[in-house]
């Protein structure tokens, strides 16, 4: 209770009313607690052109520090256009957004009665005075109460101009506790063909299920002054006016007029019509920057649906990248959902059906192709060869496992098609991890750029690593899972995320001075605290290969680029037990 806490104030506050009763207009003044609410207020009297206005002035919990509430003491009581609705507050010079905790009640009282004083009077013309208003609000304000919507796109808007004979249409709705959302996915035209809203994702036109009718209305047409009565008019009739069969259960009517687009809900059962507020979701602002255009035309092989891969593969979607390779052979688990960016929709499914669901629904016109398989795993060769095709084909391999064999296999790939790869690691306990990268013609190869951050980690000078310095993704299936929270993960998916965007957007250039970063999180190993960061040179383009003795391979008869190129001889490696 600030009036306990702050006694001083109190005490101002009461004398500021008191002054105020000096005032020819104060008649009288009584303070009380609110017994329900246990809130301080004064119960005010005052004459306002010829009337006695009883008000409540009620101070927040939180007074000085938000402003009091002037209100009717009779409920129902409507006194100004400036007040929110039968028996609400009166919006006052004073407000919320302008309140400063050195104004008083007292200030709140006089800017009340110089509302009603002015709106009390006549002006030259014979009518009421009208106080001019600095209440504007926001689309989001205005709809806060509106249960009914119809999301409008620019695409809509367009093809809803120029539609000039009703069309059925096709909406998708979304119910949410305050408000039931529909999206007008499809037109059947008149020519028969099928017009699909660009701007939406095509998860959302495959989940349509509401039938109505669309079309565009004219200055000139006769309908305009019955489609202005609609709520008279009932729906069966309404429906009659652009439909040629009958009204059965409820139907969606999208007109585009002369004064914008108008929405309703018709409903058979008790022939009523609705009006369904039009919420335009195109404000036109640029969000994103000018470089990220640059990967409109991307294709990124994400390895990794886990913690890492399904946060970076969504952010990068939000950047602007529109086609996806996923692979990932896992299913996603109840566990997984402490750090993973699906949520229980997904859990029974692989990885990467859930990630590509969510990625479709970020944005429209995202391609995203899957493969539900780890790197690496026993597979038939069939299976390995594709998924290796399939990144070959990718501009850019993004390595987010934690597993060592998926990360030789895709920089196998990278370095034989000379493809840009980043990578990352979060280390079990979360107080880090890394991210790195390798870019044809700029860096070292991927893996002569892993030799050369353990060739750094290896620093005799460095303290010993906790024991949990491990990829918390590379447990196997018997081991115990390593622990790192949601927030701990998503700080370095973030920097990674960083990382590749402005990778693939500079290319030839960087805003990052190194290609690979120890970030710490928190006070452990080498870091000092929370965010410090170590870069690690790597040094420059290097031909290094990972190579075995030329005549051993000679007599296994395997000389040679096979159809992966250097996966075959990375493949060997790992076959006969020189890399783990």
């Not at 959302?204 to 039938?211: P, S």
């Not at 006016?241 to 139907?251: E, N, Q, V, W, Y």
């Not at 688990?333 to 970020?362: I, P, T, Y």
Request: one cysteine or more.
């Amino acid at each position: 209770m600030w009036f306990v806490l702050r006694r001083d104030r109190l005490t101002g506050e009461m004398q500021a009313l008191t002054q105020l009763c000096d005032a020819p207009w104060m008649l009288s003044t009584e303070w009380s607690i609110d017994c329900e609410s246990g809130t301080l207020r004064a119960a005010i009297d005052m004459m306002v052109g010829g009337y006695v206005r009883r008000v409540w002035v009620n101070y927040p919990d939180v007074f000085p520090f938000a402003p009091p509430m002037v209100v009717p003491r009779e409920a129902g009581e409507r006194w100004s256009r400036h007040q929110y609705g039968p028996g609400g507050e009166l919006c006052l010079e004073i407000r919320a957004d302008n309140w400063l905790p050195y104004y008083t009640g007292a200030d709140m009282v006089k800017s009340a009665y110089r509302l009603l004083y002015e709106e009390a009077h006549i002006d030259d013309t014979g009518h009421e005075r009208q106080v001019a208003s600095a209440h504007g609000l926001t689309q989001a304000q205005s709809l806060r109460f509106t249960f009914r919507r119809l999301v409008q796109t620019k695409g809509l808007t367009q093809r809803l101009t120029s539609l000039g004979t009703p069309c059925m249409a096709k909406f998708q709705l979304s119910v949410f506790a305050k408000s039931s959302v529909w999206r007008l996915t499809q037109l059947n035209l008149e020519d028969g063909s099928i017009w699909t809203d660009p701007d939406l994702p095509q998860p959302l036109v495959c989940l349509a299920f509401q039938d109505g009718v669309a079309m565009s209305l004219r200055d000139d047409d006769e309908r305009l002054p019955l489609v202005a009565n609609a709520s008279d008019l009932g729906s069966a009739a309404l429906w009659r006016l652009f439909a040629d069969k009958p009204l059965h259960g409820s139907r969606l009517l999208v007109l585009s007029l002369p004064s914008g687009l108008q929405a309703f809900h018709l409903s058979e059962e008790d022939d009523t019509v609705s009006a369904v507020a039009v919420v335009d979701v195109d404000d036109g602002a640029q969000r994103l920057p000018l470089a990220n255009a640059r990967l409109l035309g991307k294709r990124v092989a994400v390895l990794g649906g886990g913690s890492v891969g399904s946060k970076v593969a969504t952010t990068l979607a939000r950047a602007g990248v529109r086609n996806f390779l996923l692979i990932d052979g896992d299913i996603l688990c109840a566990g997984n959902l402490v750090r993973n960016d699906l949520d229980w929709r997904s859990v029974g499914a692989h990885k990467v059906e859930g990630l590509k669901e969510r990625l479709e629904m970020v944005a429209s016109g995202i391609h995203v192709d899957i493969v539900r398989q780890n790197l690496g795993d026993q597979e038939a060769g069939i299976f390995l060869n594709t998924a290796l095709r399939g990144m070959s084909f990718c501009d850019f391999i993004v390595e987010a496992t934690g597993s060592a064999r998926a990360f030789n296999y895709a920089a196998a790939v990278a370095e034989d098609h000379r493809k840009p790869m980043a990578w990352a690691r979060v280390f079990g306990g979360g107080f880090g991890g890394l991210i790195a990268r390798s870019r044809p013609g700029l860096d070292p190869a991927a893996q002569a750029a892993r030799d050369a951050i353990d060739r750094w980690c290896a620093n005799p000078a460095f303290p010993e690593p906790p024991r949990v310095l491990i990829d918390y993704g590379i447990a196997g299936p018997n081991e115990e899972p390593m622990v790192a929270d949601d927030a701990d993960v998503s700080v370095v998916a973030a920097h990674f995320a960083r990382f590749v965007i402005d990778t693939m957007a500079n290319e030839a250039s960087s805003e990052y001075e190194h290609s690979a970063y120890m970030i710490g999180l928190r006070e452990a190993w080498i870091f000092s605290g929370a965010f410090d960061t170590h870069p690690i040179d790597l040094g420059g383009p290097s031909s290094h290969r990972n190579s075995l003795d030329e005549s051993w391979l000679t007599r296994q008869s395997i000389v040679g680029r096979t159809e992966q190129g250097a996966f075959g001889m990375v493949a060997l490696r790992v076959s006969q037990g020189f890399m783990t």
